[in-house]
């Protein structure tokens, strides 16, 4: 694990030389070349990246405080605001705008009928949350360091990016898809240093009722954990997509169709295969014993199907509600970098818009690792010992006997 964790630092140190010097090429180009206007390009970018990192901590806090409210906002906000994001891109008028704009809108009304599909199922989701937080600390200081930490490493990104589309050569092209990869991986890193440290404190206090300090917690991830972290980082999204695109396409082929069945078993099939290599779940037992990545998701998951708790995890919506509270906050920051470039520079809209949504995302989920991670810690912990007195008797098995009903 330490060359994992080698690989990443050296990676963070040359992606800042590379931005650093972007940023000082782009700005001694200005003198040179008037066609690229710094402010212009800057201005809605960065106010939008802090719109994203304040709206990001209201969130999180409203969805401890309300989970019911925060839940159903959610998935009926996301599919709105997704609109209005569809309808800039629209208005922009350009070719590629125009293109994105009709497939953001299609996904608006791909989230609204997913909203209306899951809507039996918020209550569990909501009792989940509530339940599962409730031994959460109650100091959010290190999710609040986090955010910061997220949103001033995407400023500093955004610089070398702007210095970049200043020069704009066909090797800037390059540089930018550079610097978006290094923008996502250390986001995710960042987002699971805080989920592993949340589920580890909330995992003790289910299995053995103990208060762990957060700041111990803490400086034992970043010391010990960071390299099974960042392997995690890049497997958990690309497996977790897989899997999710399995399920959605064993929804739309059904059963009536015998060819689209069958490519839709194998590849669920495929999906499940992969599942066992990398999960978010298996953070948990990252945080608690200390595991690899690998490793740790492949034992959790026999876990799960040896407490039959495989179908409760598909029933609950914690993770489709944390995508769309990602969703929600970067359409938001789309719609304030994308309003203001359209209105001082038109021929910048596009872009900007796509930066500040892909920013604003990546800044929310890592405000909601933390009840993405006590919802992890409470199933791991509900696997272990189902028969625990520190779990309420009736919230999964209910979940489990209604399962079994619908599917009979």
Not at 163 to 185: M, N
């Amino acid at each position: 694990m330490r060359l994992f964790r080698g690989l990443f630092y050296l990676h963070l140190l040359l992606i800042a030389v590379l931005v650093i010097f972007l940023t000082i090429r782009g700005f001694l180009s200005a003198g040179k070349d008037r066609r690229f206007h710094h402010l212009k390009w800057y201005a809605p970018l960065l106010s939008s990246i802090a719109c994203g990192g304040a709206i990001a901590l209201a969130w999180q806090s409203i969805t401890r405080c309300n989970p019911s409210g925060a839940v159903r906002a959610a998935f009926w906000l996301s599919p709105l605001l997704t609109c209005g994001v569809g309808v800039l891109f629209v208005s922009i008028g350009f070719t590629g705008s125009l293109a994105a704009g009709v497939l953001v809108l299609v996904f608006s009304v791909i989230q609204s009928l997913y909203a209306c599909w899951v809507n039996p199922r918020f209550e569990y989701a909501t009792k989940v949350l509530s339940i599962s937080m409730a031994p959460s600390p109650p100091s959010t200081g290190f999710v609040f360091l986090s955010v910061v930490s997220g949103t001033v490493y995407a400023t500093f990104l955004v610089a070398g990016i702007g210095g970049a589309t200043a020069i704009g050569t066909s090797i800037d092209t390059v540089f930018i898809l550079v610097i978006l990869l290094s923008l996502a991986w250390t986001m995710h890193v960042i987002r699971n240093i805080l989920h592993v440290t949340m589920a580890r404190i909330v995992f003790l206090k289910f299995m053995c009722g103990i208060e762990f300090d957060t700041q111990v917690a803490l400086l034992d991830t970043i010391r010990y954990l960071v390299g099974s972290i960042c392997i995690g980082s890049v497997l958990a999204p690309v497996l977790g997509v897989i899997r999710g695109s399995a399920r959605a396409m064993n929804l739309v082929a059904g059963d009536t169709d015998e060819f689209m069945f069958s490519c839709a078993n194998c590849y669920s099939g495929v999906a499940s295969t992969l599942i066992m290599y990398g999960n978010r779940w298996g953070f948990v037992h990252v945080g608690v014993c200390n595991k690899g990545f690998v490793q740790a998701s492949g034992e959790t998951w026999e876990m799960f199907k040896r407490a039959e708790l495989e179908p409760v995890i598909n029933y609950d919506l914690t993770g489709s509600f944390c995508f769309l509270s990602g969703v929600a906050v970067g359409a938001i920051c789309t719609l304030v970098a994308g309003s203001w470039a359209l209105v001082i520079h038109k021929s910048y809209a596009t872009e900007v818009s796509i930066y500040a949504f892909l920013i604003g995302y990546l800044i929310c989920r890592i405000a909601m690792a933390w009840p993405q991670a006590c919802v992890s810690a409470y199933y791991v912990a509900y696997s272990e010992d189902p028969q625990s007195v520190r779990f309420d008797s009736t919230t999964i098995q209910d979940c489990i006997h209604r399962i079994q009903r619908y599917r009979a």
